[in-house]
């Protein structure tokens, strides 16, 4: 789903295995993968359950449609009417300007958990220079290789009933001849009962830190960045 014009070199699957109850999959390219890496090892990543795998489902629909350019859907095509009401509460919306990320819609229940209103606030204003500097990375990647990315970790900030998170990115163009330049998705807050041991280790150990991450490329979800390995929960 580049939304470059650059043909893609098909990638030949060469192995298939089960391990660790994950299907790990070896795919190598001559040419660069969607997401820049050149003879990648890439294993099955963590697809995105509940809220976020429905606004996923919505996500692919809209890229469906006639008006979506290179399968990626237009914001005229964002209607809150439209869009999975169970997800309205914890949907945001995000623009790049002059390479920041500034929050455009924030739903109710973000707006409460933060206990601030984000829109107009960028996200280098909200998180740490650490933690954003490893974040903005995945967010430049949804939009210059047009693929979305799932992910979940640990609050950098933990509050006193929240300390885990879900996010769900999108590509979005702002218009049909613009580039893809806007995001939206879902973010999702845990209680540290929801979280597995081994997330609990990890946050523990460092604050803010990723339990896994996901794109979806080619119809299947892979863990990102190339190399490493997901880790489905307890």
Known sequence: MRSGS???????VLLAGTLSLLSVVIIWSGALSETGYPGEIRTAGIAPDGLCADLFSHWLELCAASSAPDRIPVRSQIDMLTLPTQVLPWFFLQERRDGRY??????????DEFGFEPRGRFMDELLSNAVYHARSKMFDT???????????????KPADRY????RLLLPLRATEDAPVCML????RFYERTALSDRELRLMEFDA???FHCSTYESGCWLSWPPGTAAHPGR
């Open 6 to 12: 650059a043909a893609r070199a098909p990638a030949t």
């Open 102 to 111: 500034q929050s455009i819609i924030a739903g109710t229940r973000l707006t």
């Open 142 to 156: 949804c939009l210059e290789v047009g693929l979305p990315f799932y992910y979940r970790g640990s609050l950098s």
């Open 163 to 166: 300390v885990g998170f879900q």
């Open 184 to 187: 939206f998705g879902v973010l």
């Open 208 to 210: 803010g830190s990723l």
